[in-house]
C-alpha cells in the first residue's frame, strides 16, 4: 500500500472511530431511558411522576364472575335495565424516562407528581389499604344514602371504639345506638350532633342493641386532645339497614370513595319498579355521604374520557368538578352536573324522556 493510499484511508478511520465512539452515549442514554434500575443493583432509575388515564367502567346492574356487583339481600329486588355504569382513573407508577416521555407524546394521560398519589410519609402498602378503607367507607354511605333516599329504616353501628376514650369499656364493637338520652338517632351525624350540644365532663345516656337485647349505658364525656372544649364520645362509626337488609358489593382491587354515588343509585335501582336509567346507558362518578350529597372527585376528565370511549350516552358529575368539566371532550356523550341523589335521578328521567339535562354550562 502506498504512502498517499494510507493518507488518504486515515481521515476515514477517524471519521469511522467517531461515529462509533460518538454513538456511545446515545446507546448509553437509550439504556438508561428504558432500564429501571442498574443492573446489579438496587439502585432505581425510575422518574418522580405518575400517569394518570381513563381506566375500567363496571356496570353496578350486572354481574362479574356470576356475582352481583351490587347485591341485595333481606329485601325483594327488581327487574333493572341498561347499564349504571361506575368510571374509574388508571394510574401507572414507577415508569421509567422513556415510558413517560412515551405516555406524554402519544396519549391524553396526565402527568402528576408522584407525591400526589402515593404520600411520601406512606409506603405504597399503606396507600393501598388507605385507599381500600376510603372505598369500604363508600359502600357503606351508599347504602345508608340510597335507604334515606327510600324512606327505609336505618341503625347507626359502633365501628370501633379508640383506645382511652370515654367509650372504652362502655361500648363494644357491633353495638347498635338507638337512642341517645331520649333522642331517637338514626345517622353517626346526629350522635354527633347530640354529644356536640355538651361539654366534656358531660354524662350521657346512651340506648344500644347488644346481640338482639336493649341495653341502657351511661357514658362520662372527655375532652378532644385537639380541641378541649370540645366532648368526644371516642367511637368510629357506620350506619346500616335495619330489619334485615344487607347490601353487599362485590368488586375487588378497586379504591378510593368515588362509586359512592353510582353504588348508591344501583341499590335504588334494584328497589324501585321500573328502570331508574329509562333502559339507557348512564356512567358516572362521585363521593357521596349519608344525606345523599354527592362531592367531588379526582381525574374527572379521565373518567368522561373514558365513558365516552365506551359508548355511554349520559354522563353523571359532581357539580364540584363543573370547572374540569366544561374544558373536557365529551364528545356525543351528555354531561349531567348533579350535587345529590335526586338531582342524580331527575337527570336520567330528563335525558330518557328527551328533554333538556341540567348541565355546568
Known amino acids: 500500500m502506498t504512502t498517499a493510499q494510507t493518507q488518504a484511508q486515515a481521515p476515514a478511520n477517524r471519521r469511522r472511530n467517531t461515529v462509533v465512539w460518538g454513538a456511545v452515549p446515545v446507546v448509553l442514554l437509550a439504556g438508561a431511558m428504558t432500564m429501571d434500575h442498574i ?69 391524553d394521560d396526565t402527568l402528576v407528581p408522584i407525591e400526589q398519589i402515593m404520600p411520601p410519609e406512606r409506603s405504597e402498602e399503606e396507600t393501598r389499604e388507605v385507599n381500600q378503607a376510603q372505598f369500604v367507607a363508600s359502600e357503606s354511605a351508599a347504602t345508608v344514602a340510597a335507604m334515606h333516599h327510600l324512606g327505609k329504616p336505618t341503625v347507626v353501628n359502633v365501628h370501633d371504639v379508640m383506645e382511652g376514650a370515654a367509650a372504652e369499656g362502655v361500648l363494644d364493637k357491633g353495638d347498635k345506638i338507638l337512642k341517645v338520652e331520649d333522642t331517637d338517632i338514626a345517622k353517626p351525624s346526629e350522635v354527633q350532633d347530640e354529644i356536640f350540644s355538651r361539654t366534656p365532663g358531660d354524662t350521657v345516656r346512651l340506648t344500644i342493641l347488644r346481640d338482639g337485647e336493649e341495653e341502657t349505658k351511661e357514658v362520662t364525656l372527655k375532652a378532644n386532645p385537639q380541641d378541649e372544649k370540645q366532648p368526644m364520645l371516642g367511637i368510629l362509626m357506620d350506619s346500616e339497614p335495619a ?56 381525574g374527572i376528565e379521565h373518567k368522561i374520557r373514558g365513558a365516552r370511549d365506551d359508548g355511554a350516552e349520559l354522563f353523571l358529575a359532581p357539580e364540584g368538578n363543573c370547572p374540569t368539566v366544561k374544558r373536557t371532550d365529551a364528545g356525543e356523550m351528555t354531561v349531567a352536573s348533579v350535587a345529590n341523589l335526586d338531582q342524580a335521578i331527575d337527570a336520567m328521567e330528563a335525558f330518557a324522556a328527551g328533554q333538556p339535562v341540567r348541565g355546568c354550562e
Open 39 to 107: 443492573p446489579g443493583t438496587d439502585i432505581k432509575l425510575t422518574v418522580p411522576y405518575a400517569a394518570e388515564g381513563p381506566g375500567p367502567t363496571f356496570d353496578t346492574l350486572s354481574e362479574i364472575d356470576g356475582t352481583p356487583v351490587v347485591d341485595v339481600e333481606g329485601a325483594e329486588t327488581l327487574d333493572t335495565g341498561g347499564q349504571l355504569n361506575m368510571t374509574t382513573v388508571s394510574v401507572r407508577t414507577n415508569m421509567t424516562l422513556g415510558q413517560v416521555l412515551a405516555r406524554w407524546a402519544v396519549t
Open 243 to 298: 330489619g334485615g337488609v344487607q347490601v353487599h358489593y362485590n368488586l375487588n382491587d378497586i379504591g378510593g370513595p368515588s362509586a359512592g354515588m353510582m353504588f348508591s343509585l344501583a341499590v335504588i335501582d334494584k328497589l324501585t319498579a321500573g328502570e331508574l336509567n329509562g333502559g339507557k346507558y348512564v356512567a358516572g362518578t362521585g363521593t357521596i355521604n349519608d344525606d345523599g350529597e354527592v362531592g367531588p372527585i379526582g
